[in-house]
């Protein structure tokens, strides 16, 4: 079996200017942007109500809940776009994997910052001006524990996209997106007192934008950017069965 980064693709210049190459990376912009525009506005929304007196524990279980909704609903409507990334470290994972040029995945990645900025930016302003919430590691929790935090709920996102949407063995199939979006929901309530379980350096990027709070910020580059190829090449070496592996059907 080859090594995955063996399988890195960097693409063609014409790649640039291919009609379908541009749709895909509009799309990514576009998806990312209505992505954090909900996800950070679910956030800004559920610290609202928590500083009115509301249970601290639905407000995190309110913002779950509207990550697991948003992802499950935008991979589902984007995935014939672009494939509906919306996160930097999926998307350098897939190259990885040989499912996306280097190229190609430059210019998502660049989309996808650009969305998630515009989407803060704009949160910024139809409220007021309102401080807009950041990820931040919880008291007690250092740079490195947050960063081994973020590698393991990015190994996880990717684990589950490889394992529900990639392998054509699923048994799944269709199904992929909710899943994703179910593991985002539950990742975010367990990451709610480590790291706020980004697991997206985008999701983090654009808040840490608009509010001018960078602090311990690469800790949300660093983690997803390690966990999400290390789910892939723990897929790839361990998990999928080469063509000469597969069961036979069996004759009666």
């Known amino acids: 079996m080859p090594l995955p980064l063996t399988k890195l693709v960097l693409g063609h210049g014409r790649e640039a200017s291919d009609p379908g190459c541009l749709r895909a990376v509009l799309g990514e912009l576009v998806l990312t942007f209505l992505f954090v525009f909900v996800g950070v506005g679910s956030t800004i929304t559920a610290g609202s109500a928590a500083a009115a007196g509301a249970d601290p524990s639905a407000a995190l279980i309110a913002v779950a809940l509207a990550h697991a909704l948003v992802v499950a609903v935008f991979a589902t409507a984007g995935f014939h776009i672009s494939g509906a990334h919306m996160n930097p470290a999926v998307t350098l994972s897939?190259?990885?994997?040989?499912?996306?040029?280097?190229?190609?995945?430059s210019f998502f990645v660049v989309a996808q910052m650009l969305g998630s900025s515009c989407a803060c930016?704009?949160?910024?302003?139809?409220?007021?001006?309102?401080?807009?919430?950041?990820?931040?590691?919880?008291?007690?929790v250092g740079p490195i524990q947050g960063v081994v935090a973020e590698v393991v709920f990015t190994f996880t996102l990717l684990f589950t996209i490889y394992a529900a949407i990639l392998d054509p063995r699923s048994s799944a199939p269709g199904f992929g997106p909710l899943l994703t979006g179910l593991l985002v929901g539950a990742n975010t309530i367990a990451g709610g007192a480590l790291t706020g379980a980004s697991m997206n350096p985008a999701r983090s990027f654009g808040p840490a934008l608009a509010s001018g709070d960078w602090a311990n910020?690469?800790?949300?580059?660093?983690?997803?950017l390690a966990g999400g190829p290390l789910a892939v090449a723990v897929y790839e070496f361990v998990f999928t069965v080469p063509p000469t592996h597969q069961q036979l059907p069996t004759v009666e």
């Open 94 to 105: 897939l190259a990885v994997g040989g499912h996306i040029t280097l190229l190609r995945s």
């Open 217 to 224: 910020h690469w800790v949300y580059w660093v983690g997803p």
């Open 121 to 140: 930016l704009l949160l910024r302003a139809l409220t007021g001006g309102l401080v807009t919430p950041v990820h931040a590691l919880a008291a007690g």
